[in-house]
């Protein structure tokens, strides 16, 4: 079972940056795709970005292309998001997942260890 533990979230203001990261334990890490999904209450969880185990490919949902950045260092079993340019609408908490599969997927249910999220405010 691989277990992922994100941290790096907090409160920041509007137009502000946050690096948030995910690591991983248990299992061996490279085989393995990587996503960041989101949820803000009331709301269905949604995906952000996702890496392919070698880090050559990336895919992001439109609303954060040129504001995110997904990236990962496999020496150091870590996935990170640096999120630039945030908005009061990206206020949720921020979950790593990692896919069976090493090839990036876009689908919740695509993704089968998740972490136990980190909270990111956007507010003045």
């Known amino acids: 079972q691989l277990q992922l533990v994100e941290s790096g979230g907090g409160l920041v203001q509007p137009g502000g940056s946050l690096r948030l990261s995910c690591v991983a334990s248990g299992r061996p890490f490279s085989g393995h795709a990587v996503g960041w999904f989101r949820q803000a209450p009331g709301k269905e969880r949604e995906f952000v970005a996702s890496i392919s185990w070698s880090g050559g490919t990336t895919y992001y949902a439109d609303s954060m292309k040129g504001r995110f950045t997904i990236s990962r260092d496999n020496a150091k079993n870590t996935v990170a998001l640096q999120m630039n340019s945030l908005k009061p609408e990206d206020t949720a908490v921020y979950y790593c997942?990692?896919?069976?599969?090493?090839?990036?997927?876009?689908?919740?249910?695509?993704?089968?260890?998740w972490g136990q999220g980190t909270q990111v405010t956007v507010s003045s």
């Open positions: 997942a990692a896919r069976d599969s090493t090839w990036p997927g876009t689908k919740p249910y695509e993704y089968t260890s």
